[in-house]
């Protein structure tokens, strides 16, 4: 596998600690949604869109305006996982995370 670059932008200087990358799967069926670059530590509530590493259809939508982007929806078993929103903190697009929806696996 080719080794991926971290991301890095005005948001990392603001988070400190490592960052690492999260494979995101479906906690029903288990296929792969995505992976994540997270900043530091502490319990993942919320994707960021500019920090998502891996997914067809994410890097066309990442450019789009939040009420065009389509929530977050395991490809195989059609569930909801994830829907887009705002983040106030830092007005920046999210997606957030359903209780429970997905698995995360740090590689
Ligand atoms: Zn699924």
Redesign the pocket.
């Known amino acids: 596998m080719a080794k991926r670059k971290f991301i890095i932008n005005r948001y990392t200087k603001t988070r400190q600690g490592r960052n690492k990358i999260l494979q995101i799967t ?6 792969e949604i995505c992976k994540y670059q997270k900043d530091g530590d502490g319990r993942l509530l919320r994707l960021y869109l500019d920090r998502i590493l891996s997914h067809d259809t994410l890097t066309q939508v990442l450019t789009l305006d939040k009420k065009d982007i389509a929530p977050l929806i ?6 909801v ?1 994830a829907v887009p929103y705002i983040y106030k903190k830092e007005n920046r697009l999210a997606y957030r995370i359903i209780n429970s929806s997905i698995h995360k696996k740090e590689v």
């Open positions: 479906c906690s029903k069926c288990n296929t395991c490809p195989n078993c059609h569930t996982l």
